[in-house]
């Protein structure tokens, strides 16, 4: 079975960072798009970046562009999301999703792109 889990969320202070993971089974992650999406409580769910392994590719929304940066331990099949200095609005459900036809070429990203996604894990910001 294809899965992915999430974790590393928490409450955190504006300003502060956390490092969500995006763990797989079933599958290697080499050969897949993996996105970090989010949904805030009443919105829709929001596309922040892509990372295409084989291509070296990634893409960040401008909303965290240079505050959250994807990286990789291949030998833990696992993806992480540093996410450096927080702001309330940043405050939402985590999710990572993969796919193997996502190319990461372009800064925008889609729920309806992904056919596997994970959890979701819970991140909030406030003082």
Request: hydrophobic share 30%; with cysteine; glycine share 12%.
């Amino acid at each position: 079975q294809l899965q992915l889990a999430e974790s590393g969320g928490g409450l955190v202070q504006p300003g502060g960072s956390l490092r969500l993971s995006c763990a797989a089974s079933g599958f290697t992650l080499d050969s897949y798009a993996i996105g970090w999406f989010r949904q805030a409580p009443g919105k829709e769910r929001e596309g922040i970046s892509c990372f295409k392994i084989s291509h070296g590719r990634t893409n960040y929304a401008d909303s965290v562009k240079g505050r959250f940066t994807i990286s990789r331990d291949n030998a833990k099949n696992t993806v992480f999301l540093q996410m450096n200095n927080l702001k309330p609005e940043d405050t939402a459900v985590y999710y990572c999703a993969a796919d193997r036809k996502v190319i990461c070429n372009t800064g925008s990203f889609y729920v309806e792109d992904y056919n596997y996604w994970g959890q979701g894990t819970q991140v909030t910001v406030s003082p």
